[in-house]
């Protein structure tokens, strides 16, 4: 694994060759550990040792360590060392402004040395401090990063900036590598009707277990929304949490996802389609059509369409009722 040391005692050593399972340093030290990432085993004889720590386990010997190609050591990186020496399985890394750098450090120098992590959260809570990891480190995420913590079960993107490109990274490279993901959140990140219709066909489908997804302020339109509702939604069945605010579907996308989506996701209890541009005949569409198949819902908004009297009406009369 690149950009890992092996760790002796409180110290760090990198150390140059391997005997038999026990490293030497510069000094002449030699430390007992097992064989490092990346490295294999040669015999040199004729070395004395200094001292003889303890027999190191796998999670403390192998240390992520931060390349000095991308400058001095940013705060957040304690967060990541931090995962590493407890052997934590949640990485939280919300609000730290990594940017595209950051991003492609954390995949090549951080996330080989947590393979254990089952959450991965670079969301924001604060827009102004969000990370930006941008096309640039979507892909390097998708390419280097999630083919190294395959026990994912939630991957919190919202607010990236990873545009169209970007998504079509994770979904064609990142996504099949995380099958046992059961949640995902890419919401504001402007992957646009491209993105989307790439996330449906390629990335979905490995995501058999999903439970909660959020797309809101994409921009998908129409066209992404129908690809989700024809080529996503009849892959992740175990679907119960659905986010699509401010997506621009309208009519028609409402429509899709009521004929073609809805009855593919019958668990679901959560359905946000704020602020969409529905019109009466697409909260028509989702009264008589949709709703009926998703009887378990707890939550539904739809605040902020044009649906009108008469889709208020059908809403009322014939959705509602299930």
Excluded at 50 to 75: I, L, Y
Excluded at 160 to 186: F, K, M, R, W, Y
Excluded at 241 to 247: A, G, K, T
């Amino acid at each position: 694994m690149p950009g890992c040391l092996v760790k002796e005692d409180a110290k760090e050593h990198r150390y140059g060759s391997v005997i038999g399972g026990e490293a030497v340093n510069a000094d002449g030290e030699i430390g007992f550990f097992g064989i490092p990432c990346g490295a294999s085993a040669v015999h040199i004889e004729g070395v004395k040792a200094r001292h003889r720590p303890h027999r190191s386990t796998m999670s403390d010997r192998s240390a992520p360590t931060w390349p000095a190609e991308h400058g001095g050591k940013p705060g957040w990186w304690a967060r990541v060392r931090s995962a590493f020496e407890k052997g934590g399985t949640t990485l939280d890394l919300r609000d730290c402004q990594i940017g595209p750098e950051g991003g492609k450090a954390l995949v090549e120098r951080g996330l080989p040395c947590l393979p254990q992590l089952t959450t991965l959260n670079l969301g924001c809570d604060t827009w102004s401090k969000r990370n930006d990891i941008g096309p640039e480190g979507a892909q390097a995420l998708a390419t280097q990063g999630l083919p190294r913590v395959t026990q994912l079960t939630s991957l919190n993107l919202w607010g990236n900036s990873i545009g169209p490109e970007g998504a079509q990274a994770l979904a064609t490279q990142g996504l099949p590598h995380v099958t046992q993901l059961t949640s995902l959140d890419l919401g504001s990140n402007g992957m646009g009707t491209q993105g989307a219709t790439a996330l449906a066909t390629q990335g979905l489908p490995h995501l058999a277990q999903l439970t909660s997804l959020d797309l809101g302020g994409n921009s998908i339109g129409p066209e992404g929304a129908t690809a989700l509702a024809t080529q996503g939604l009849p892959h992740v069945t175990q679907l119960t949490s659905l986010n699509l605010w401010n997506n621009s579907i309208g009519d028609e996308g409402a429509t899709a996802l009521s004929l073609q989506g809805l009855p593919h996701v019958t668990q679901l209890a959560s359905f946000n389609l704020r602020d969409n541009s529905i019109g009466p005949e697409g909260a028509t569409a989702l009264a008589t059509q949709g709703l009926p198949h998703v009887t378990q819902l707890t939550s539904l908004d739809l605040y902020s369409n044009r649906m009108g009297t008469q889709g208020a009406t059908a809403l009322a009369t014939q959705g509602l009722p299930h």
